[in-house]
């Protein structure tokens, strides 16, 4: 073998020395750093060496034993010499003074804790109260605004509340006059058809149909039953063609099933169209919404008993929800004679009454 052959394996094992203590060097930090047992087997798998080169090579071998008996000494526990009786009793009093302190604590936790609650439980009620305390001054409010813009009375809010009080007493004047006449006025057709037979002795006289009648009729396409023949004779010509157009006007927003019966009733209750609705009813779109269930035998009921004011339902009022609103024969905290509210409260009212 060469001197240059020679030479050339000497350096390649060199080098593999080499490698191999830098390995065992990088497994030596990485097992510190990670608490790692180190001994002379782990160290090689760590490592990829054998342990017959970790022993052989002496300054490796020294490291490892020092690393493994500082591990050894680290590892053993620290004997803790035993409490006396005096120090155990002052632990002992200690713990349960701390203890008498931390329940005291905890109690006054408790005790404001509870302050805190109920305070907050006022607060609530009063933040209740407030806002529907600004809700009625609301009200009040604009109904004294529209007080004062009806009778333009902005000087004095005592002539003011006079005039409105004489107001609502005209008014109710009023409406109990126009039912006497309506009432009146029947009782007198009857009382003349009555007194005709009986001075004749002989049959009820015809009383034609009106002229205007019959065409509006005829083309709604609706029959001449005996009832509705009968309401069209004993009521003038003009609430007929009144009751009429509010029957257009509920057929123009798809309300009426029936528009014999449902003309029946208009006659009957002096139900109106609103203003100004029937001159447009070539364009009117159907954007109103239908009566809810049950509301028209409601509404008819209570008419009959008393309990609501006589009015059409096409002129109700209705709130952004939809929801209509009639008027109670009760009067109101503001000193109106009736109040308003929704149907459904009204029924349940009623119900209740």
Request: with cysteine.
């Amino acid at each position: 073998m060469t001197n240059r052959k020679i030479e050339a394996l000497q350096e390649a094992a060199a080098q593999k020395a080499k490698e191999s203590a830098e390995r065992v060097d990088k497994a030596l930090e990485k097992m510190i750093k990670q608490s790692q047992v180190i001994t002379f087997k782990s160290v090689a798998q760590s490592a990829n060496v054998s342990t017959a080169y970790l022993y052989k090579q002496q300054d490796l071998r020294s490291r490892i034993e020092t690393l493994r008996d500082q591990q050894k000494q680290q590892s053993k526990p620290k004997k803790i010499p035993p409490a006396s009786e005096n120090s155990k009793a002052t632990i002992i009093y200690n713990l349960r003074e701390e203890n008498k302190r931390l329940r005291a604590a905890n109690d006054g936790l408790r005790r404001a804790n509870e302050g805190i609650t109920g305070r907050l439980h006022q607060l609530l009620g009063i933040e209740e109260l407030t806002e529907r305390l600004k809700q009625e001054n609301e009200q009040l409010k604009q109904q004294l605004e529209e007080c004062r813009n009806r009778h333009n009375f902005h000087k004095h809010e005592g002539t003011v509340n006079i005039f409105q009080k004489q107001n609502e007493k005209l008014s109710l004047e009023i409406e109990r006059l126009t039912q006497e006449n309506v009432e009146l006025k029947n009782k007198l057709a009857r009382d003349t058809l009555k007194s005709t037979n009986k001075a004749t002795q002989v049959k009820r006289p015809t009383i034609p149909i009106p002229d205007s009648v019959k065409a509006e009729l005829k083309e709604l396409k609706i029959k001449i039953n005996s009832t509705l023949r009968r309401l069209i004779r004993e009521n003038p010509e003009e609430v007929i063609l009144e009751s009429i157009d509010a029957l257009k006007y509920a057929i123009l927003k798809n309300e009426v099933k029936n528009p014999s019966g449902f003309l029946v009733k208009a006659i009957k209750y002096r139900w109106k169209a609103p203003e100004n609705t029937l001159k447009d009813i070539g364009t009117t779109t159907q954007q109103e919404n239908k009566f809810p269930e049950g509301f028209e035998e409601w509404f008819l009921e209570a008419i009959d008993n008393g309990f609501i004011l006589n009015e059409s339902p096409f002129t109700l009022l209705r709130n952004t929800k939809g929801d209509l609103f009639v008027k109670v024969n009760r009067p109101s905290a503001s000193g109106l004679p009736y109040s308003q509210m929704s149907w459904i409260e009204a029924k349940n009212l009623m119900e209740l009454n």
